[in-house]
């Protein structure tokens, strides 16, 4: 498998209106189709040609507005691998993490990546490799390293009701 | 020694019961309350999931229908039927149904939360609480069930930035227009994570209506929590509310003042003399402008509601604006009250009375089109000024739909005259 992942690169200011319109938030429950409308108004052609593993690249402030989940999971059902952005609104990056979705500051990255091109993530070694150059980028917590470990938070959490029963 | 501690550290300290916390640490911080909304059937799906038959303190959860009630599709009213299942599966008492109101609105005039309190909700304007000095942050679904199952969350404290409010608001301008100055001036991620705490003498001479509108608005500019010092007012409307007989000294006793000479990430001053209504273009919040800037352009719905201005004052400003006035020819005017003591005391008032006469229509206390569920969602073109706090394109239902953000008295000025309107033009003021 390739690991070079294809960019999909937006402006400042995405906002879960446009991720996931707030028509759809309590109707909507098919993974499908909650993907066939990832970023609707934002940019209709997304939807129809994003690939397993692309990533989203963006300026400031990804996912400012509604606390709404479905701003993220339609983005992992849509097979977004990761975020890159300048920085992210708290509720969403806490919905991505959540949701075992790297969400990844790193403005270097986002100043030099290309709609269209394409990028490497390394989650081991906290880089981002674009064209000939690597970026590094600030590990994350340990409690959303911990969560992300387990693929999001609903395991996590499991793990510890579980451990709770048992001790 | 304790160094000085800002409100933010000072409750995140109590909630997650250590005597100090320092900023950029992750505490886990146990809620006094969990608000979820229509959101709660999805949540209780999430919670299913971990194979618990009850929630762990099912008191601390409050629950209102207001997102899309009453239901305007099958599918929104299954929706709803799960969530009156869930809340008597498992027995909670604090569920309010179709026609109470929004749940932010709710909770205070229920007073199911007090100062120095923390509430977490399903919701990203639960920031809304600050408005009486209690902690107040929004929270994804899968952390809710989160919350539901283990009773707490892992929280980071957050940076707290200062505003410090001088002056009185001048006559036609509210704290409406404050809090789009702050997110035209400062932009909308200026207050990413942070806790923005405001302060100084402007605030006691606000309205307790008024002072709502403030941390509610500042999850616009992406704050964790906002705050606002509560005082006496603040300490007799929750007693005069609360149905458990708070005392008005304990509730007192439970409110937490940052120290003096706490750190601050910046600073930021107000004088509310010098402010002007302002206007939210499409389709940022922080695309503000004067009054004056963008009078003139032609609007074709005004919706007076939401959580920000859809209170008893806000219906108060519009009826004297447009009493023995018509609603302009093209134009049409949408109340939607936050809630159902706000309607009942909009009737005793008249004020209902007055604005069916000058032509508006009324909906069911709840959310209304703020979020493009039902009750008056936008056509292609249709261009609405609304006294709600987000404009983002789509948001009330259409992408090529526009909508402007202002005050109550911005928003019937605009109704009488079919255009954006400066509302010092009226002398009813
Ligand atoms: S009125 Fe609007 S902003 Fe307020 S809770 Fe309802 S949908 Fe959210």
């Known amino acids: 498998m390739n690991p070079q992942k294809r960019i999909w690169k937006y402006g400042d200011n995405i906002n879960t209106d446009v991720i996931f319109p707030g028509k759809y938030t309590y109707t909507m429950h098919d993974p499908t189709e909650m993907a066939s409308h990832a970023l609707e108004d934002l940019d209709p052609t997304f939807a129809s040609n994003v690939q ?116 | ?74 599918l929104h009213a299954r929706n709803h039927a799960e969530v009156r299942k869930f809340v008597s599966d498992q027995g909670i008492n604090n569920f309010f149904e179709v026609g109470r109101g929004i749940c932010h609105q709710v909770l205070s005039e229920e007073a199911l939360i007090l100062p120095g309190q923390l509430i977490l909700g399903a919701d990203s304007h639960t920031t809304h609480f600050g408005w009486m000095g209690a902690f107040g942050a929004g929270v994804g679904r899968s952390e809710a069930a989160t919350l539901w199952a283990t009773g707490e969350l892992w929280l980071r404290v957050p940076e707290s930035i200062q505003v410090t409010l001088s002056g009185a608001l001048p006559l036609g301008v509210s704290s409406k227009d404050l809090c789009l100055h702050l997110i035209g001036q400062l932009g909308a991620d200026y207050g990413l994570y942070s806790s923005v705490e405001f302060d100084g003498s402007g605030v006691s001479t606000l309205s307790i209506e008024s002072r709502m509108v403030i941390p509610n608005f500042m999850a616009e ?61 499409p389709h940022s919040v922080d695309n503000v402008k004067s009054v004056q800037a963008v009078a ?22 519009a009826t004297r604006l447009l009493h023995g006035r018509k609603i302009a020819n093209g134009t049409r005017m949408l109340i939607v009250p936050a809630s159902s003591q706000v309607l009942q005391a909009a009737i005793e008032q008249g004020y209902i009375t007055t604005l069916l006469e000058a032509g508006a229509t009324l909906g069911t206390p709840g959310c209304g089109p703020c979020m493009g569920n039902h009750m008056g ?36 000025a605009t109704a009488v005259a079919g255009m954006i309107t400066d509302p010092r033009e009226f002398e009813a003021l």
């Open chain 2, 377 to 412: 969602v936008l056509a292609p073109g249709d261009v609405c000024l609304s006294t709600g706090n987000r404009n983002f394109r789509g948001r009330m239902g259409q992408p090529e739909a526009e909508i402007f953000l202002a005050s109550p008295e911005v928003a019937a």
């Open chain 1, 52 to 167: 397993t593993g692309d990533i989203i690249v963006a300026g400031k402030n990804f996912g400012n507005g509604s606390s709404r989940e479905q701003a993220v999971t339609c983005l992992t059902a849509a097979g977004v691998g990761a975020v890159i952005a300048i920085s992210f609104a708290r509720i969403w990056y806490r919905n991505a993490i959540n949701n075992g979705l790297p969400a990844i500051i790193c403005p270097r990255a986002v100043a030099e990546a290309e709609h269209g091109g394409h990028i490497m993530v390394d989650m081991q070694h906290h880089t981002i490799a674009l064209d000939a150059h690597n970026f590094p980028f600030a590990p994350f917590s340990e409690t959303a390293r911990d969560i992300l470990e387990v693929g999001g938070v609903i395991e996590f959490v499991k793990q510890k009701v579980q451990n709770q029963i048992d001790s």
């Open chain 2, 296 to 317: 003139g352009q032609k609007v074709n719905q005004v919706f007076l509601g939401t959580c920000t201005n859809g209170r008893l004052e806000d219906i108060a400003v």
């Open chain 2, 221 to 281: 500019i992406g704050a964790k929590n906002a705050y606002l010092p509560p005082d006496d007012l603040v300490f007799e409307w929750l007693s005069v509310h609360s149905n458990r007989n708070d005392k008005q000294s304990s509730i007192r006793e439970n409110a937490i003042y940052p120290d003096q000479g706490a750190v601050y990430s910046q600073a930021v001053e107000v004088d509310l003399d010098t402010l002007e209504p302002q206007v939210a273009c």
């Open chain 2, 1 to 74: 020694m304790i160094l000085a501690q800002t409100f933010a550290q000072k409750a995140l300290a109590r909630a997650s019961g250590v005597t100090e916390v320092s900023v950029g640490t992750t505490v886990d911080a146990r809620p006094d309350r969990i608000l979820s909304h229509d959101n709660t059937a999805a949540i209780a799906k999430i919670f299913s999931q971990f194979g618990l038959e009850h929630v762990y303190e099912s008191e601390k959860l409050a629950i209102t229908l207001d997102h899309a009630a009453p239901p305007p599709t099958p």
